[in-house]
């Protein structure tokens, strides 16, 4: 006994206070940290994007010097793709996965904890080179040589280590999230039933556990170049600038398809709830979801149709960008499929979903342009990119995203967010949006190369890029307005039951917020979207016919061997016990990030960091999986 | 939706605008890409429209409505049209496939025969160099300049390009699409520009269309800029006659004095050719660059601007200053004013030439400097 009190001072089970979320396991609250703070860097990343419009709204900008505008941008870029649309998607995956597939909690609780520490304090580290004299300023793609040109700052030192680590958080939560699907699911809950969302999570854990490697490579061999005199990218020296190129696309190309799947996994849930419809071609919808994963990764090189690399790699690799644009379409087709027929409710998680469909439908388009090649070679690295990769990136991301939040916002508060402000926050965000990013497509045909800081006049630039800014601008009130939203309706929103969309998957049966343990009840499948076919029958015409019996959301399966009253089946729930080991393991890893980036006398803190990180994990490895509890 | 189809309309109302388009093409390469272009968007187009319409109709007819109690028919898919609407997009995209493979074999076939103009090109952080190894002077010179270069129409012109640091990409959009100019690498661009170039105004003088560079290359990326001057076979002759004359050593004035401070101090970097009264001809500045970089000739042939004909240019820094009396005092002031660079990091021996560093030049040096340099025209 004296024994487990120690234990307790060490890991309290507590709920509340900075030291339960320090030490949580919980799938659930994880998500969350990881929402809040991708949230949180999207208004950091949204406020540069705002400065760079600011400076571009007329020829010859004052606003910000050279230096700080090649800054901006490089931080806006990596920090919408590294720390926000990802670990976005890594929110929703963390909350949702377990709870659509049955399960009680990810395969590794730990391991989820220590990815998100990670992403965190690598986060912290990218930003805290803003203080100590510059942050990165060689775009995200850091190009070799000019990311390893000037040795005398650390900024890009920065960015070497510090997109690593994130990659290190990131290949341990992939890892956390295939062992989920693969040995989690509930009973019955075969792969063919597994709902999108959970499909395309696993598509994504594959494309990163697969393209994050050659990219880790590529950035240690950077880092020694530019602090070691190693000579990988020195072309003088026999090095290859291509290589980076090469390496870096490897992972940069999948790394798009890793940043928009899960949102088309959550629209693909979405569009059949305020359709009343099943998603049309679930089958197709999630094959060809795993055929752009495929294909994504021969397709890296048309982010080089104008390096160099001859005219048949350029044919290959523009058929095969066409190829995909296969999958893609059938997407579409089988989203709009959806609505065919139904009946459908314009909600705000719908609306969203809805422009999600159309912005990627431009975006998608002008991505084919891209794959004809010789048009690409003026397309390439202009504004006219800019323009198509917001399209797909914000026009279908982060719309996907927003229609997610709208629509699991319920779940996690157990409040409804406000419809009428949610509304206006749509119109706003999606005219704001068409009004930025549409004019960008003129401007790159017309001659504008993107990561310039200024322009001159008398080159036709300066109408559409004052439209961008008007834009940008509208787009920065709407996410104002939903930040209100958000704080707003966590206390005063509508309370939203168990089930407010009359939802078709498993996380509408249990309350909301979810319990510890999500299930009561270890959930026992017999269908895709089981929940749905447990309201509704179909009659003869295959119509809809709500079943008489049953209450949405109130329902309470038991599983074969459930006999007894769920309260007792309750308490002998195990859940992990919360454990500080995880954090304890990442900020050693960060330690050692900053000794390595100020390598001069930064030995000291890679020692430190090292061992700290051994603790953590030789701690880790050795405390009780379950706390006693008697 | 709606602004979906206003952006295309606004793509064909404003296409053409301005000296740096592609979609106002001055040769037949880039009218080619457009051409290409073209086809490609009207095909997206219709598909764009096709989409979205059968879109919006589903959802204005299956909307719900007030007191709506139709009960939905529950179709999981239909395999048919599932296979239709994958086989047709393939389809489609195999008749973009043609055209595109043959453009890529068009514009990545270099130009051959004894008409072409040679041009090699180097890209450096943050201005171009352009050399006519053709072009030469009865002593074996060839035609150096920066940042503007002078091409006859309706010739061929193959591009060799290389840079002296990081990657470049050179892009002069109405004449071809862009080509990266990476080191220890050599690419190739063809430029054509068409008789009609000659006279086509988009408001830099006629038969004057603009570039940059393209691939981000640093603190001044957004200033390495360059202007193509489109001429008329006699005047483009005439032109690099002339680029080939030696510059004359001033003998007496500001002018003399300031070629005193040229030599002492830019000569670090820059190089001349000039005529001493004797009538010698020297190039001034070689030496420092052999010493530095070594006897194997390097691709380029400086670390600055080549010098003999600056008041010919009608910009210097990047092409993104006007070649004025203002602009080039100010210049020797203080070079870091007028452009961002960062010549604190310059390192001659490793090549590294990040900018002209302030050498605090007094006022009436650069008087003097200034005089000789618009002198040499």
């Not at chain 1, 090095?239 to 693909?268: N, R």
């Not at chain 1, 159309?358 to 003026?378: E, K, N, R, W, Y």
């Not at chain 2, 690099?240 to 300031?258: D, F, I, R, S």
Request: hydrophobic share 50%; proline share 6%; glycine share 10%.
């Amino acid at each position: 006994m004296a024994v487990t009190a120690e234990r307790v001072d060490l890991r309290p089970p507590g709920e509340r206070g900075v030291w339960s979320w320090l030490t949580t396991v919980d799938h659930k609250r994880i998500g969350l940290l990881y929402g809040v703070t991708a949230f949180a860097f999207f208004f950091i990343g949204g406020l540069e994007a705002l400065l760079i419009r600011l400076q571009l709204a007329q020829a010859n900008g004052e606003v910000l010097s050279a230096d700080a505008y090649n800054q901006l941008f490089t931080m806006h870029g990596l920090t919408m793709v590294f720390l926000v649309i990802m670990p976005i998607a890594a929110a929703f995956t963390n909350y949702f996965l377990p709870i659509l597939i049955g399960a009680r909690d990810v395969a590794f609780p730990r391991l989820n904890a220590f990815s998100y520490w990670l992403f965190l304090f690598s986060g912290i580290m990218i930003y805290s080179s803003f203080v100590v004299g510059g942050s990165p300023d060689g775009a995200w793609v850091g190009y070799s040589p000019l990311a390893t040109q000037i040795t005398e700052t650390v900024r890009m030192d920065y960015w070497a280590i510090g997109l690593n680590l994130l990659g290190v958080a990131s290949i341990a939560s992939s890892a956390n999230f295939i062992a989920t699907v693969f040995t989690m699911r509930a009973p019955g809950m075969t792969m063919l039933r597994m709902p999108v969302f959970a499909w395309m999570a696993l598509v994504v854990a594959f494309l990163l556990i697969f393209s994050l490697p050659p990219v880790a490579i590529g950035l240690f061999q950077l880092f020694l170049d530019r602090n070691f005199g190693a000579l990988f990218y020195q072309a003088a020296a026999g090095g290859d600038p291509l290589l980076w190129q090469h390496l870096f696309w490897l992972f940069g190309h999948p790394e798009v398809y890793v940043l928009i799947l899960p949102a088309m996994g959550i629209i693909s849930e979405i569009l059949p709830v305020f359709s009343r419809k099943p998603l049309f071609g679930y089958e197709f919808v999630v094959f060809s979801g795993a055929a752009i994963g495929f294909v994504g990764f021969g397709v890296w090189a048309h982010h080089m149709f104008t390096s160099g690399m001859g005219p048949v790699a350029e044919a290959g690799f523009g058929i095969a960008t066409m190829i995909i644009a296969v999958p893609t379409g059938v997407k579409i087709f089988n989203w709009i499929g959806t609505t065919w027929g139904g009946r459908i409710r314009f909600q705000t998680p719908m609306l969203f979903s809805l422009a999600f469909i159309a912005m990627f439908v431009i975006g998608g388009l002008s991505g084919v342009t891209h794959a004809v090649v010789p048009a690409d070679t003026q397309q390439h690295d202009s504004y006219y990119v800019v323009a198509h990769f917001h399209y797909v990136l914000f026009g279908g991301a982060v719309f996907g995203y927003v229609a997610g939040v709208y629509y699991w916002f319920p779940k996690w508060t157990g409040r409804m967010l406000h419809e009428g402000w949610g509304k206006v926050h749509f119109w706003l965000m999606l005219i704001g949006f068409n009004l930025t990013f549409a004019p960008m497509h003129i401007l790159g045909l017309n001659g504008m190369p993107r990561r310039t800081y200024q322009y001159g006049e008398g080159l036709g630039w300066d109408f559409w890029n004052l439209i961008a800014t008007v834009g940008a601008f509208t787009i920065g009130v709407s996410f104002l307005l939903f930040l209100g939203n958000i704080l707003w309706a966590r206390t005063r929103g509508i309370p939203a039951g168990n089930d407010p969309w009359d939802g078709r998957t498993l996380e509408w049966t249990i309350s909301s917020p979810p319990p510890v343990h999500n299930f009561d009840v270890e959930p026992v499948v017999h269908s895709l979207d089981d929940f749905w076919h447990r309201k509704y029958a179909e009659d003869e015409e295959g119509r809809l016919v709500k079943m008489p019996a049953v209450t949405g959301g109130t329902l309470v399966e038991t599983g074969g061997e459930g006999e007894g009253d769920t309260h007792d089946a309750h308490e002998d729930i195990h859940m992990p016990s919360p454990s500080y080991y995880p954090a304890l393991s990442s900020l050693g890893l960060v330690i050692t990030g900053y000794g390595l980036i100020y390598l001069s006398w930064g030995w000291a803190a890679v020692v430190v960091g090292m061992m700290i990180t051994l603790w953590g994990l030789f701690g880790w490895s050795l405390e009780p999986i379950t706390r006693e509890e008697h | 939706m709606l602004t979906a189809s206003l952006f295309i309309a606004a793509i064909s109302a404003c296409s053409g605008s301005g000296p740096q388009s592609s979609l106002e093409p001055e040769g037949p390469i880039a009218q080619d890409i457009d051409d290409l272009w073209e086809f490609v968007l009207i095909l997206a187009t219709i598909v764009l429209v096709i989409v979205l319409a059968v879109f919006v109709i589903s959802l204005i007819r299956f909307r719900e409505r007030k007191d709506d109690q139709r009960r939905p028919r529950q179709v999981h898919g239909n395999t048919r049209l599932e296979i239709a609407w994958t086989i047709l997009p393939a389809v489609l995209l195999a008749v973009l496939a043609v055209p595109t493979v043959q453009g890529i074999f068009d514009i990545r076939t270099p130009p051959e025969g004894p008409d072409v103009l040679q041009i090699k090109v180097t890209g450096h952080q943050w201005w171009w160099e352009f050399e006519y190894p053709d072009i030469t002077s009865d002593d074996g010179r060839t035609l150096l300049t920066a940042n503007e270069l002078h091409i006859p129409a309706g010739t061929r012109v193959n591009l060799t390009m290389t840079s002296a640091d990081v990657i470049h990409s050179f892009w002069v959009p109405p004449l071809n699409g862009k080509r990266d100019v990476v080191p220890g690498r050599v690419s190739f661009l063809t430029l054509v520009a068409s008789e009609e170039a000659l006279v086509a105004d988009n408001g830099f003088g006629p038969g004057v269309v603009l570039g940059q560079c393209a691939e981000f290359c640093g603190l001044a990326h957004a200033d390495m800029r360059l202007r193509v001057f489109v001429e008329t076979p006699e005047d483009f002759e005439a032109w690099a006659q002339q680029q080939l004359e030696p510059a004359a050593v001033p003998t007496e004035g500001a002018a003399a004095a300031g070629f005193e401070t040229f030599n002492q101090v830019c000569t670090a970097c820059h190089q001349a050719t000039v005529s001493q009264p004797d009538g010698t001809v020297e190039t001034i500045g070689l030496e420092n660059f052999i010493e530095a970089r070594g006897a194997d000739s390097p691709f380029w042939s400086s670390f600055g601007p080549n010098l003999t004909h600056f008041g010919s240019r009608t910009t210097f820094g990047g092409a993104s200053l006007d070649n004025v009396t203002d602009h080039l005092t100010q210049w020797l002031a203080n070079p870091s004013d007028l452009k961002p660079m960062a010549p604190e990091y310059n390192d001659l021996a490793e090549g590294r030439i990040l900018g002209m560093p302030n050498f605090g030049l007094a006022p009436d040096e650069i008087a003097n400097l200034v005089e000789l340099l618009q002198r040499w025209e």
